[in-house]
Structure formats: structure tokens, C-alpha cells
């Protein structure tokens, strides 16, 4: 089973940049996916998260009106378009599975709910 993310990378202060986490090994259209953070010296974050079936979405407040997770199960594929970056958003972005949520996801979903981790995408965003 592998998490694939891309489409990290520098911009400033107010850009847009696009996540992307590819799934293989496995299909993972039931289950639901997210998209954490940590930034050096902090622990890792919530971010965003997406129920299986795309119904219900949940965001972490700090994000919340800036960023949009979407997914393509067609694709095994989840997003996370991201607005209005600040530099505050700088970290590492990790894309997760939860394999034990039903039709919908909590605020925050917490680390230990997550079953498989994907390698990280650093974003960094400059003043």
C-alpha cells in the first residue's frame, strides 16, 4: 500500500498551490482519506479530511474558507486545494487513510484514527 503525494513547493504569502496523494496497492474509494501537517519543532496537525463517499468533508479551524479537500475515487486520488496561503501554512503535508470511519468524518480526526501514511510534501509559503 502506498500514499503518493505531490505538488508541494514555494509560494508566496496570498498563492495557491494544489495537493494531490495518489493511492496503490489497494482501492481505498470506502474509506475515508485526509491531509495533516507538521511544521518543524510542532506536532503533527489535523488539516482537512473527506468521508468515503465524498459526502462530508471536515476542516481544522486555522483552515477553514481557504482550503477545499476533494478526492476521485475513480482515480484512488484525494486533493487539497489550497488558498490564500499564509506563512503559517509552511510545513511538511502528509495525506492519510482512515479505514474505520463510516459516511463521516470528525473535527479534528485525530492521528491514532489514521491507518496508513503517506511520505510528506513540504510546502513552504514566504512572506
Known amino acids: 500500500v502506498q500514499l503518493q503525494a505531490s505538488g508541494g513547493g514555494l509560494v508566496q504569502a496570498g498563492g495557491s498551490l494544489r495537493l494531490s496523494c495518489a493511492a496503490s496497492?489497494?482501492?481505498?474509494?470506502?474509506?475515508?482519506m485526509g491531509w495533516f501537517r507538521q511544521a518543524p519543532g510542532k506536532e503533527r496537525e489535523f488539516v482537512a479530511a473527506i468521508s468515503w463517499s465524498g459526502m462530508t468533508t471536515s476542516y481544522a479551524d486555522s483552515v477553514k474558507g481557504r482550503f477545499t479537500i476533494s478526492r476521485d475515487n475513480a482515480k484512488n486520488t484525494v486533493y487539497l486545494q489550497m488558498n490564500t496561503l499564509k506563512p503559517e501554512d509552511t510545513a511538511v503535508y502528509y495525506c492519510a487513510v482512515g479505514a474505520h470511519f463510516s459516511d463521516y468524518v470528525p473535527v479534528p480526526v485525530q492521528t491514532y484514527e489514521i491507518d496508513y501514511w503517506g511520505q510528506g510534501t513540504l510546502v513552504t509559503v514566504s512572506s
Open positions: 496497492g489497494r482501492t481505498f474509494s470506502s474509506y475515508a
